[in-house]
């Protein structure tokens, strides 16, 4: 039962959204709502599923369905993700070649965008909640681990994975070899 269950909850986050960032806080609904994982398993699934190679939404659904179910658990959850993907590309391409030079169309993507953009910055707050505040007050390591990312990627156009592991050394040196909490 918990193999369908993860299959439709997948499902339902494939059509529900439109792929990367956009898919966090379905997948956080879906998973926090049926108990398979908690708050901080979530924010860990995002982070390692940003730095393992692949679509963020199969990694965590990879993730999510290995917590839930195992091996049978993250096939099913894969499936699930994948259906629609496969299904909509498919009907997408052949609508597109159609309808690409049509107003309604671009006024369509118009209309779509800041309502991406509104989910990114929602996964944005929910998320920095959870990474830059620690006990109800702000944890100045973490905020300058991501400000140093933020310059690092913006301004000197260091590429992700660099940043990552610049972080996770970041890391493993405050929290680790000085013994910040």
């Known amino acids: 039962m918990v193999l369908l269950k993860l299959y439709w909850s997948f499902l339902l986050i494939g059509f ?44 965590c659904a990879t993730f999510a369905g290995m917590q839930a179910a195992g091996i049978p658990g993250a096939i099913a959850a894969n499936l699930g993700t994948l259906t629609p993907s496969l299904t909509l590309c498919a009907l997408a391409a052949v609508c597109f070649q159609r309808f690409k030079d049509s107003s309604v169309m671009q006024r369509i993507l118009v209309g779509v965008r800041p309502a991406c953009f509104g989910m990114v910055l929602g996964v944005l707050i929910s998320l920095s909640m959870s990474n830059y505040f620690l006990a109800g007050s702000v944890h100045i390591p973490s905020v300058i681990i991501g400000i140093v990312d933020a310059v690092l990627l913006l301004k000197f156009k260091v590429s992700i994975p660099k940043l990552l592991i610049l972080s996770a050394l970041s890391g493993l040196l405050i929290f680790g070899v000085l013994g910040f909490a």
């Open 16 to 59: 529900g959204s439109f792929g990367g960032l956009s898919m966090i806080p379905q997948i956080s609904n879906e998973v926090l709502g049926h108990g398979w994982m908690t708050v901080d398993q979530v924010t860990d699934i995002v982070a390692i599923a940003e730095m393992t190679p692949g679509p963020l939404g199969l990694n």
